[in-house]
């Protein structure tokens, strides 16, 4: 079973073990990880009532894996809690625990970028060829996410709770105050809302009203164009960071800004870049709440398979 944790909403999907989710049913997220616990035991309640078991003395589900944003930390016995931003009163908090409590089942907690990341190790480009080396960057509402894929197998950092966090590198020390604590760490002046700020700073941000901004840009909004341009010349640093720090094969990039993706690709390459780069940037039209669900689908069929090679759900 795969969980995506959202600030605003959690989907709940069941997926059988040739990865494919057969059921999902989604919640507004509740503002208190008992709350969301409970949440999730009544979605999985509702989500089972349809599944035919071949033996009733087995549980229909294996493995529960919850995507998550912000940042992992893990302890020496092996709890891990996130520390996210978006969601304060969940930081500190064993959520995999609370869920595998209130469920019986397994249950452990990912960051939902590096899932992400997981999902399109098995997709394919133009050519063919399975990804091996690449970063995603996941350019959010509030934050930029990313995940690391070196030789495809996701890096998660020597203690596996986390790595890449390409968001939270400082661009500007005098810059403005980060969420983490630091100054001028570059999600602040790339995310969506940084965006939007410039667009119309006495209008409060929304994913709707920026679906305007979006539009005016493809409609060549001078104003717009304004906007956009500090976001991209910060990504492209970014981007060039990464290129000479990892020197991935592909750097793909997720989002909302994809849709304009015409437009942001002329605008990238009249950016600074370095002079030999390598690495090939390319966006993913795939919507990024898919890519957290499919990845934390993936990473439940990889504990599953590990454990059993007997047929079921999970």
Known sequence: ??????RARTTVAIANLTGNIENSFTFATPDTPQQFAAEVDCAYRTLIQNISLMDARISPIKQIVI?????????????????AFDLPNYSDVDLAELVSKRLSLPAMIANNAGLAAMSLINSHTNEDKPLRDFVLLVIGESGVGSGLVIQRNLYSGYDAAYAGEVGHTVVDFKGPTCNCGRSGCLQLYICDQATWKRYKPEIPFSPLKFEELLDAVLSGSAKARAALRPTVEYLCLGISNISLMINPERIILAGSLMRIWPVLQKELESAF??????????????????????????RALQLVLAESDSPGTF
Not at 67 to 83: A, M, Q
Not at 274 to 292: E, G, I, M, S
């Open 1 to 6: 079973m795969a969980v995506s944790l959202l």
């Open 67 to 83: 995507s998550s944003p912000g940042i992992l930390n893990r302890d020496r016995k092996g709890k891990t809690t996130i520390t």
């Open 273 to 298: 870049f370095p002079r030999h780069r390598h690495a090939l940037v390319q966006p993913t039209n795939v919507p990024v709440d898919a890519l957290y669900l499919k990845g934390a689908v993936e």
